[in-house]
């Protein structure tokens, strides 16, 4: 009881709002894909499915996805830091983003790569950020066309407590 008690005062609430722009190079002939998105054991979802373009600068085609999706979470403050701190340091929270191959409709027939963001690196009061990540993905990816990356931007912003 008391455990549950301390752990609320070191949590802040935080809405995330994830962009997901790009995911290049991705190998040529490709089925449509998707971004499939998870956060603990309740949270999850996909963004609709896209068919790569080819593209005209680099190797393999692209997937522009431009597709948002928002999510709240609890940050617990790293134990022994000020209390009295607003912001962090933060203990991780993992957001798990997968590249997932579709028949068209979102249906996913097969997860062919994945990403970890920590969420805890993007907290703040009212920030945004562009990132690219590379992509984990398996062999045969990897000798068609090198390493993806998927370009996000992330922004959060903390959830006022309602009165």
């Known amino acids: 009881m008391l455990q549950k008690f301390k752990n609320r005062i070191n949590a802040t609430r935080f809405e995330f709002t994830v962009h997901v722009h790009t995911l290049q190079p991705w190998p040529a002939g490709s089925k449509a894909v998707a971004i499939g998105w998870q956060r603990g054991k309740r949270r999850r979802g996909a963004t609709n499915s896209v068919l790569p373009l080819p593209n005209k600068e680099k190797l393999g085609t692209v997937v522009r996805l431009n597709e948002k999706f928002s999510l709240t979470s609890s940050l617990y403050k790293v134990p022994g830091t000020d209390r009295n701190s607003q912001l962090g340091p933060f203990k991780k929270k993992c957001l798990i983003l997968a590249v997932l191959e579709t028949d068209g409709r979102t249906h996913a027939t097969s997860a062919l790569g994945r990403i970890v963001i920590d969420l ?6 009212d920030g945004q950020e562009l990132r690219t990540f590379a ?7 990897h000798a068609a066309v090198g390493e993806p990356h998927l370009t996000v931007t992330i922004r959060c912003a903390e959830e006022q407590p309602e009165d």
Request: net charge neutral; aromatic share 8%.
């Open 120 to 125: 805890a690196e993007f907290a703040s009061i």
């Open 135 to 141: 992509v984990a993905c398996n062999k045969s990816i």
